[in-house]
């Protein structure tokens, strides 16, 4: 089984299915990341992409940002910048952005501000171990790779939601009954990015993956998107 997350309001949106193509899934969202650690632990799922960087730099930007963002073209700015792993902890964006600035010479982004809680989230959980299984992956570097293409349009848009399904639907045969199903706390464009970040994690595991970046941090995770 393989998995694909990215957070949203309540949490975070799972998609779980067999690592073939085109098998039946499943969609759930969870409050926190600790029911997907306690199944990949326990061999439940064989490996889980997620949208949220994983390896963190001392200063400066991240190579697997740079090439992501190379990458998707005109949607390069959905790849927000990974912070340094000086600003987590931070309380409050000014602080954040007075952490970013010492170690790197540049402010965060109010964007990677927003996500901060949900690095932490992973980052405490992170082992050299549980990164073979579970990778960071980026629903809009694994669409274009996906269609051969990067997407046209926002993904909020109507006509992004529609070459989203249309892409993911020649891989997960039931993507339009989840998008089209109402999750308090998660909005229909979650679902299809964690869609995405599922067909990353089938093609991690089958081998068949693009890795961007591949950097070491300090404390020997990977810093990388599957592609």
């Given at each position: 089984?393989?998995?694909?997350?990215?957070?949203?309001?309540?949490?975070?949106?799972?998609?779980?299915?067999?690592?073939?193509?085109?098998?039946?899934?499943?969609?759930?969202?969870?409050?926190?990341?600790?029911?997907?650690?306690?199944?990949?632990?326990?061999?439940?799922?064989?490996?889980?992409?997620?949208?949220?960087?994983?390896?963190?730099?001392?200063?400066?930007?991240?190579?697997?940002?740079?090439?992501?963002?190379?990458?998707?073209?005109?949607?390069?700015?959905?790849?927000?910048?990974?912070?340094?792993?000086?600003?987590l902890g931070a309380p409050t964006f000014?602080?954040?952005?007075?952490?970013?600035?010492?170690?790197?010479?540049?402010?965060?982004?109010?964007?990677?501000?927003?996500?901060?809680?949900?690095?932490?989230?992973?980052?405490?959980?992170?082992?050299?171990?549980?990164?073979?299984?579970?990778?960071?992956?980026?629903?809009?570097?694994?669409?274009?790779?996906?269609?051969?293409?990067?997407?046209?349009?926002?993904?909020?848009?109507?006509?992004?939601?529609?070459?989203?399904?249309?892409?993911?639907?020649?891989?997960?045969?039931?993507?339009?009954?989840?998008?089209?199903?109402?999750?308090?706390?998660?909005?229909?464009?979650d679902v299809l990015d964690a869609f995405?970040?599922?067909?990353?994690?089938?093609?991690?595991?089958?081998?068949?993956?693009?890795?961007?970046?591949?950097?070491?941090?300090?404390?020997?995770?990977?810093?990388?998107?599957?592609v």
């Amino acid at each position: 089984m393989i998995g694909g997350l990215d957070g949203c309001r309540a949490g975070w949106v799972l998609v779980t299915g067999p690592a073939e193509d085109n098998g039946a899934t499943a969609v759930v969202v969870v409050p926190d990341i600790t029911p997907v650690i306690a199944m990949i632990d326990e061999g439940e799922l064989a490996a889980v992409g997620i949208d949220i960087p994983i390896g963190l730099p001392e200063r400066g930007s991240r190579r697997c940002d740079i090439e992501a963002r190379r990458l998707i073209g005109a949607r390069r700015s959905s790849v927000f910048p990974a912070p340094a792993r000086a600003v987590l902890g931070a309380p409050t964006f000014e602080e954040a952005n007075r952490r970013a600035r010492e170690v790197s010479g540049r402010g965060i982004s109010r964007q990677a501000f927003n996500i901060l809680p949900k690095i932490e989230e992973v980052d405490l959980v992170m082992t050299n171990e549980r990164q073979q299984v579970l990778v960071e992956a980026h629903p809009e570097a694994s669409l274009a790779a996906l269609a051969g293409t990067p997407m046209a349009h926002h993904k909020a848009s109507p006509e992004g939601r529609a070459e989203r399904l249309a892409v993911l639907r020649t891989t997960f045969r039931h993507v339009d009954d989840h998008v089209a199903g109402r999750r308090p706390g998660a909005r229909p464009d979650d679902v299809l990015d964690a869609f995405a970040t599922a067909w990353s994690a089938r093609r991690w595991l089958a081998g068949t993956h693009r890795q961007l970046g591949g950097d070491v941090d300090r404390r020997g995770l990977r810093m990388e998107i599957i592609v």
